[in-house]
């Protein structure tokens, strides 16, 4: 099993920046790829980003250029730099790890005022 915790939401201005960070614990050795997925309300959840275990990174391309995705081995963290934050980012974002099951995080609210 694998547990996973999002943290660093919050309420930006427009232009600014936030970052969110996911936590894992429990069989972390499983993990082949997290992702950064993304739900505003009456929408479907969408692909953000992702990196997988040899840092190959991955991105929607409506963050292309605006977002990183990273890891820290050592803090068995995964973060997202959001930079330029438009107002339609905001969404609740969540953390996704794949292993030998998919493991979802309870998500973090991230609000872009205009």
């Known amino acids: 099993q694998v547990q996973l915790v999002e943290s660093g939401g919050g309420l930006v201005q427009a232009g600014g920046s936030l970052r969110v960070s996911c936590a894992a614990s429990g069989n972390i050795f499983s993990i082949i790829y997290t992702a950064w997925f993304r739900q505003s309300p009456g929408e479907q959840r969408e692909f953000v980003a992702s990196?997988?275990?040899?840092?190959?990174?991955n991105y929607a391309d409506s963050v292309k250029g605006r977002f990183t995705i990273s890891r820290d081995n050592a803090k068995n963290t995964v973060a997202l730099q959001m930079n330029s934050l438009k107002p339609e980012d905001t969404a609740v974002y969540y953390c996704?790890?794949?292993?030998?099951?998919?493991?979802w995080g309870q998500g973090t609210q991230v609000t872009v005022s205009s």
């Open positions: 990196i997988n275990s040899g840092g190959l990174t």
């Open positions: 996704k790890a794949v292993g030998t099951q998919v493991y």
